[in-house]
C-alpha cells in the first residue's frame, strides 16, 4: 500500500469520496459500481494513485502544470515565506508587494503595451472580469456597447457570462437563459473544408463570416471579439495565415476590443511566454491563468493595453469589479516562484526546441487508419479519429459516446496514460504534457496510444466495447479548459 500525506487508508479515503465528494464535470452515476480515481502525488510528468499505481500525464493537469509536479518544496517555502510575512490583504483599494511584482513581471513578460494587469482566481473568472471591462471601457467613453463576439465550439469557462461566450450549445443549454448577447462565427478547423480551398481563399471565408456578424449585430453594439490563439476545444485549431491580422483590422475599424484568451496558450504551452507574439495577434486585452502559477496555486489575470485602462484613470472613475482573493498575496508569490522556475530551467525555451521532435513523434500515430488529422504546436496538440480516412468521415453521437466514453477514456487509464478523449466537435485525442516532457515520454505516449487506438478499430466491427474498469474514468460530459 503506498504511503500519503493523509492518515486515511485506500479504502477510507474511497468511501469518503463516495459519500462527500462532488466531482467537477463528471457522471457520478458512473462510479456506483467502480471505485473514483484518487490520485495522490506526482512527480515529473507522472502521478500516483491511491493504490500505487502511477500514470503518464499527458495533459499536465488541463493544460496547466507547465513545470511538472516536482517542485512542491520550492513552492511550498515561497509560500511559507509569504504566510510569515503577510498571509492576506486584498487589493480592493490596497496593494501589496507580491501583487505589484508579479504584475511588473507579466508586464514585460507580454507582448505590445499590455502594462496592466487586473488578478482573479482563474480562466473563467479572467474571461468574466474580461467581458465586463470590455462593457465598461465602451461606457466610459460615451458607448453603449454590450455584445461579445466568439467562435463555434469555443471554450471560456463556466461562470454565467464565460459559459455564454462559449461556443458549445450542449454546454450552455442546461442554464439558459444566459447572458445576452454573444454571436458565434466559424473557427478554424480546417480538416472538414472543401480539399480544393487554398489557405488564403478560408482566411477570406472566416473573415467574411466575421465581419457579417458584426454588421449583423450592429457594430456599434458590439463590445470584444475573443478568441484564443489555438482553440483548444475542436481539437487543438491553429490560425490560417493572415487570420489574427484581418481580425485585428476588423476590430480597429469597428472599435472592437480583441480579447486573446490565452488561459491554456500562455505562459511556454506553445513555445513562447504568450502565443499573442507567435500570431501577431497585437491584442487589447489577454487573459491568462492555469500555466501562470503551473496550477500550484488558483490565481489568473486579465492584461490591458494602455489604452484600456486610460477612461479608468481620471476623476472618479472605476472599474466596477473585484474578487476578494484576487492577487491574493500567497497565490501570488508561488506564481512569481513559477515564473523564476520557467526562467532558471529555461522551459520555455525547451518548448521551442522539442516542439518539432514532439510533432514528428506524434505524426507516427497518422500511420493508423482511426487517425485522421493531427494539430496543434507546442506541447499543445489534438488527434482526430474518424471512420474513413480517405472520406473523413466522422462518428456519429452514438458512436462518439461507445467510443470515446465506453472504451477509450477507461482503456488509457487502465494503460497508464491521462489524455482527453474529447468530442466537443469532432472526436479528438487531446495531447498535452507538463512542459518538461522530453523524447522518453513522447515516445511513450504513442506507445501507449498506438496500443489503445489499434485495439479500438478492431472493435469498430460492431462488437460490444469493453466495459469501464473498477477505478477508470469515464470522459466528462463536457470537459473544461
Given at each position: 500500500m503506498s504511503?500519503?500525506?493523509?492518515?486515511?487508508?485506500?479504502?477510507?479515503?474511497?468511501?469518503?469520496?463516495?459519500?462527500?465528494?462532488?466531482l467537477h464535470f463528471t457522471r457520478m452515476g458512473s462510479y456506483r459500481d467502480g471505485d473514483i480515481p484518487i490520485i495522490?502525488?506526482?512527480?515529473?510528468?507522472?502521478?500516483?494513485?491511491?493504490?500505487?499505481?502511477?500514470?503518464?500525464?499527458?495533459?499536465?493537469?488541463l493544460?496547466?502544470?507547465?513545470?511538472?509536479?516536482?517542485?512542491g518544496e520550492e513552492m511550498g517555502e515561497a509560500a511559507a515565506a509569504q504566510m510569515r510575512e503577510l498571509p492576506f490583504?486584498?487589493?480592493?483599494?490596497?496593494?501589496?508587494?507580491?501583487?505589484?511584482?508579479?504584475?511588473?513581471?507579466?508586464?514585460?513578460?507580454?507582448?505590445?503595451?499590455?502594462?496592466?494587469?487586473?488578478?482573479?482566481?482563474?480562466?473563467?473568472?479572467?474571461?468574466e472580469a474580461a467581458w465586463k471591462l470590455a462593457r465598461q471601457y465602451h461606457t466610459a467613453r460615451g458607448e453603449r456597447r454590450w455584445k461579445a463576439i466568439s467562435r463555434r465550439v469555443a471554450y471560456h469557462g463556466t461562470t454565467m457570462g464565460a459559459l455564454s461566450i462559449n461556443g458549445i450549445a450542449a454546454l450552455r443549454a442546461p442554464f439558459e437563459p444566459l447572458v445576452p448577447d454573444v454571436i458565434h462565427v466559424w473557427n478554424t478547423n480546417r480538416y472538414h473544408r472543401p480539399p480544393e480551398e487554398t489557405e488564403e481563399e478560408f482566411t477570406q471565408f472566416l473573415l467574411t463570416d466575421l465581419e457579417e456578424a458584426v454588421v449583423q449585430a450592429g457594430p456599434e453594439t458590439v463590445a470584444m471579439v475573443i478568441m484564443e490563439p489555438v482553440q483548444n476545444a475542436g481539437g487543438s485549431l491553429t490560425p490560417s495565415a493572415g487570420y489574427f491580422q484581418g481580425v485585428r483590422e476588423m476590430c480597429d475599424r469597428y472599435g472592437i476590443l480583441l480579447c486573446a484568451d490565452e488561459v491554456i496558450t500562455a505562459f511556454g504551452r506553445l513555445g513562447g511566454w504568450f502565443a499573442s507574439d507567435r500570431y501577431d495577434i497585437k491584442p487589447d486585452l489577454v487573459t491568462c491563468a492555469k500555466g501562470l502559477s503551473s496550477a500550484y496555486a488558483a490565481i489568473g489575470a486579465v492584461l490591458a493595453r494602455d489604452a484600456v485602462i486610460e477612461?479608468?484613470?481620471?476623476?472618479?472613475a472605476m472599474y466596477a469589479h473585484g474578487i476578494t482573493f484576487g492577487g491574493h498575496p500567497v497565490q501570488a508569490a508561488i506564481a512569481l516562484k513559477n515564473l523564476e522556475i520557467m526562467r532558471r530551467e529555461r522551459i520555455v525555451e525547451h518548448v521551442a526546441a522539442e516542439q518539432d521532435g514532439f510533432r514528428a513523434t506524434l505524426a507516427q500515430l497518422l500511420?493508423?487508419?482511426?487517425?485522421?488529422?493531427?494539430?496543434?504546436?507546442?506541447?499543445?496538440y489534438a488527434l482526430e479519429l474518424v471512420k474513413d480516412k480517405e472520406t473523413r468521415e466522422t462518428f456519429s453521437d452514438e458512436e462518439s459516446e461507445s467510443l470515446l466514453r465506453g472504451f477509450m477514456s477507461p482503456r488509457l487509464f487502465e494503460a497508464g496514460l491521462i489524455c482527453r478523449a474529447d468530442d466537443r466537435g469532432d472526436p479528438v485525442i487531446q495531447i498535452s504534457p507538463p512542459l518538461v516532457a522530453e523524447q522518453a515520454q513522447f515516445d511513450e505516449i504513442v506507445g501507449i496510444l498506438g496500443e489503445v487506438l489499434?485495439?479500438?478499430?478492431?472493435?469498430?466491427?460492431?462488437?460490444?466495447?469493453?466495459?469501464?474498469a473498477a477505478g477508470s474514468p469515464e470522459a466528462p460530459v463536457s470537459p473544461a479548459g
Open positions: 504511503t500519503t500525506a493523509t492518515s486515511l487508508t485506500p479504502a477510507e479515503l474511497q468511501r469518503a469520496a463516495r459519500d462527500h465528494l462532488w495522490v502525488r506526482g512527480d515529473g510528468c507522472y502521478l500516483e494513485d491511491a493504490n500505487g499505481k502511477r500514470y503518464l500525464d499527458a495533459l499536465a493537469g493544460f496547466a502544470v507547465q513545470v511538472g509536479y516536482s517542485y490583504y486584498t487589493n480592493w483599494g490596497y496593494a501589496h508587494p507580491r501583487a505589484i511584482e508579479l504584475a511588473a513581471e507579466l508586464a514585460s513578460l507580454a507582448p505590445g503595451d499590455l502594462n496592466r494587469v487586473f488578478f482573479v482566481n482563474g480562466g473563467s473568472e479572467a474571461v477612461p479608468f484613470l481620471d476623476g472618479t500511420d493508423l487508419p482511426i487517425a485522421g488529422d493531427l494539430r496543434g504546436t507546442g506541447f499543445f489499434t485495439e479500438a478499430w478492431g472493435k469498430l466491427d460492431g462488437r460490444p466495447t469493453k466495459r469501464r
